[in-house]
């Protein structure tokens, strides 16, 4: 059974920074990532890593946040800087993991709001 450990989230005004940690244990692990869900939308792609250390950005994060991952530990890191009010939201971080087969797995979120 996968478990999740994620920390980091709070309030922070314009042009702050927040870094997130999740630690992601139980199973062989895979790409991992953090998605952002915002009230009233979709849960929505922030950044993704593989195990090579290739990294996907979503549209919003690109050049403000920066994803990383420790594959030792099965953690990752979301480092973000210059936060807008927008980037408030849901942060979920994301594992794909392998029990008899690969799937998908969500920790339980963690808040970060963003005003002033």
């Known amino acids: 059974q996968v478990q999740f450990v994620e920390s980091g989230g709070g309030s922070v005004q314009p042009g702050g920074s927040l870094r997130l940690s999740c630690e992601v244990s139980?199973?062989?692990?895979?790409?991992m990532g953090w998605y952002r869900r915002a009230p009233g939308s979709l849960r929505d792609l922030v950044a993704r890593?593989?195990?090579?250390?290739?990294?996907h950005y979503g549209d919003s994060a690109q050049g403000r946040f920066t994803i990383s991952r420790d594959s030792t530990k099965s953690m990752v890191f979301l480092q973000m800087n210059n936060l807008k009010p927008e980037d408030s939201g849901i942060y979920y971080c994301?594992?794909?993991?392998?029990?008899?087969?690969?799937?998908?797995?969500w920790g339980q979120g963690t808040q970060v709001s963003v005003s002033s």
């Open positions: 890593i593989n195990i090579q250390g290739v990294t």
């Open positions: 139980g199973m062989t692990i895979g790409p």
């Open positions: 994301y594992a794909r993991a392998y029990d008899r087969q690969w799937d998908d797995y």
